[in-house]
């Protein structure tokens, strides 16, 4: 089984599972830390093939995504850092061979390395959410500069993409993309999800072990109360995380129509507890726990940047009040 592929229907060479299915591989990739370009290329810009691409596109694009021959990725951020489409400002023009693409792309991730990227852009004369339209670059299309970005987590590298007259192929219908778009964006916050709680149980299951190790005054720290305390305040905010990301993740399988509001549940919910349990975490572990000499600081930058990814806990939380208020 490629787990690459794990969610993409047979009929474009997946292995046909679901999304609850991918949901499981991804709470294990967070787990343990995975550093691959696993959620760029097998969530972001699968999803978003899947979602807004035309069926001759998603012939040519998702079996070798599917099997793992080709990195993919999705460039919608930019500069002002909205998740939504209208942030969107890079424009696409029409040429007489196609469409150039002009603007610039930040936190693409595995931008700098990505073979195909699927890049969100405004169509000609359109404004706010309208006029989105998905388009495929090759990585080493002339006029595209990559540059990786320095930040928190060293495990999950993120580029600036510069786009000087690109030159793209459309994936789906001119001007169609931003619906395409805003499913991509509900589903990938579920995986983000899903990773994020799968990271909370590696470090809660990492403090449960060194409660039971650690000696202070001839007894192991695991036997004072104020820990105790502590991991069960931890245990049961885990456990909340998870069951909102599980329910969500069924929900898109089933095709639910409340997917919108679970997602940004799901991801409010888990990016909270993620970042809450690295906290504690360190605590636990004391003066080790400081160090870089212990691996719970890498754990703790990705909960960081993980948290504000997709969009940060309050982004999700009013998105979710406007849903119920809609």
């Not at 990773?195 to 409660?211: F, S, W």
Request: with cysteine.
């Amino acid at each position: 089984l490629v787990l690459t592929g794990i969610h993409v229907p047979e009929a474009y060479g997946g292995a046909g599972f679901g999304f609850v299915e991918l949901s499981i591989a991804l709470q294990e990739m967070g787990r343990s830390l995975l550093c691959a370009p696993y959620f760029s290329s097998a969530v972001l810009a699968t999803h978003a093939i899947l979602n807004g691409a035309s069926e001759a596109a998603k012939l040519a694009l998702l079996p070798t995504i599917a099997s793992g021959e080709l990195i993919a990725t999705l460039a919608m951020t930019e500069a002002n850092g909205r998740w939504d489409a209208h942030g969107i400002e890079l424009r696409a023009t029409e040429h007489d061979h196609g469409y150039l693409l002009n603007g610039s792309k930040k936190f693409v991730i595995d931008g700098h390395t990505a073979k195909l990227i699927i890049v969100a852009a405004r169509s000609p004369g359109s404004d706010g959410a309208a006029g989105i339209t998905l388009f495929s670059v090759d990585g080493n299309t002339p006029g595209l500069q990559r540059r990786l970005l320095e930040t928190i987590d060293a495990t999950r590298k993120q580029a600036e993409l510069i786009f000087d007259n690109v030159a793209a192929e459309p994936i789906g219908e001119i001007g169609s993309g931003a619906a395409a778009l805003v499913t991509t964006l509900d589903q990938a916050a579920v995986a983000l999800a899903s990773e994020m709680v799968g990271g909370a149980q590696a470090l809660l299951d990492a403090a449960l072990e060194y409660c039971q190790l650690r000696m202070q005054f001839g007894r192991t720290i695991g036997s004072f109360q104020a820990i105790k305390h502590k991991c069960a305040d931890l245990l049961l905010q885990v456990e909340l995380a998870k069951s909102a990301t599980f329910y969500a993740a069924a929900a898109i399988a089933e095709n639910d129509p409340e997917v919108p509001a679970l997602a940004s549940l799901a991801k409010a919910t888990a990016a909270d507890t993620y970042m809450h349990t690295a906290q504690e975490c360190i605590q636990i572990h004391g003066g080790i726990g400081f160090t870089w000499d212990h691996d719970a600081h890498l754990w703790f930058r990705r909960a960081k940047s993980s948290e504000v990814l997709l969009g940060d806990p309050d982004y999700h939380r009013e998105r979710y009040m406007q849903w119920l208020a809609a």
